[in-house]
């Protein structure tokens, strides 16, 4: 590095400095700001501004400064009660108790990275005696826009779950609502949707570029529910194609979100698909995902979390 570099890095790093601080305030705030600095360059300086001595510029300045971070944490107050407010509207879109279905045994769990999350699960029934539709999906992004979307989501399969008829049907109808609100490509959502009949134990699903749930049989063999489509909003013509499998008693069903096998501990290892099928067990659901979650915790440690955190598990009793 020459002298003219090293004589230019502080100014430089000055105004990367002023940079990030305007451009995180509002326009009128940005205005506030350069008058008060204007006022305290004058003080300073030694510059009388119209008919302000340099007194009144000092006092000017002080005041300018101390007010504006007065208006700043008014304004993160005001959001952080907006965003306890988001967050307690999307924990009513989710259920907070398993339905109660004849034959099945269910549980759930969520972990938002933030205050609010872009992961999503649900479980209820289309009809009153029909088959447990079971549901995991996952937006792109994280924080307040991702919850947007997810909400979107979560109202638009609502709607749909009463009216399509089919699986296919059903996320057919879901990714043209996601493709006309990607924001030009930006945004997708990767689900797993699954119908499953508590008496026969049959269960169709259909995946849209979301992680294979793990099904382990009750004599310890492991299945991937595996599908290539891709996820919703991406394209419009995509055609998602049903699965089918069974059931028996004591089979458990395991659907979760990456942030699960992508936790991270403060090496950088991640947990990874191994630890997540060696954590699983044949007992009931709630034993289950206790029993993963507490894993998890033990490799992870005091380490950060990166990535919403969701898992769902379904056991044939």
Request: with cysteine; hydrophobic share 45%.
């Amino acid at each position: 590095m020459n002298v003219g570099d090293r004589w230019k890095r502080p100014f430089k790093v000055a105004a990367g400095l002023a940079s990030s601080i305007l451009s995180k305030l509002a326009p009128a705030r940005r205005v506030f700001l350069l008058i008060t600095m204007v006022f305290a360059f004058a003080a300073v300086a030694g510059l009388p501004f119209l008919f302000f001595t340099q007194e009144v510029e000092f006092l000017l300045a002080f005041g300018g400064l101390f007010i504006l971070p007065v208006m700043v944490l008014g304004d993160a107050i005001t959001m952080k009660r907006d965003i306890e407010i988001a967050r307690e509207i999307q924990r009513r879109l989710v259920p907070r108790t398993a339905p109660e279905m004849p034959g099945v045994d269910l549980a759930f769990a969520t972990r938002p990275a933030k205050m609010v999350a872009g992961d999503y699960f649900d479980a209820f029934r289309r009809s009153k005696d029909g088959p447990l539709l079971l549901v995991v999906a996952d937006v792109s992004g994280k924080s307040v826009p991702a919850a947007m979307l997810m909400a979107n989501f979560q109202a638009a399969l609502r709607a749909l779950a009463g009216s399509c008829s089919s699986l296919t049907e059903l996320l057919t109808g879901l990714n043209h609502l996601a493709c006309s609100n990607n924001l030009n490509g930006r945004r997708f959502t990767t689900a797993f949707l699954a119908e499953l009949d508590g008496a026969t134990g049959e269960l169709r699903y259909v995946s849209a570029g979301q992680n294979p749930p793990i099904l382990k049989r009750s004599d310890g063999r492991m299945e991937r529910l595996s599908s290539e489509s891709i996820p919703l909003g991406v394209e419009l013509s995509e055609h998602y194609e049903c699965g089918k499998t069974n059931l028996s008693p004591a089979d458990v069903l395991f659907l979760f979100t990456e942030g699960l096998t992508e936790a991270r501990n403060k090496d950088g290892e991640e947990f990874r698909d191994p630890r997540l099928v060696a954590g699983m067990q044949n007992e009931s659901a709630a034993a289950t995902h206790k029993h993963i979650l507490r894993e998890l915790d033990n490799f992870v440690g005091q380490a950060p979390q990166h990535d919403d955190i969701t898992c769902l598990v379904v056991r044939r009793v």
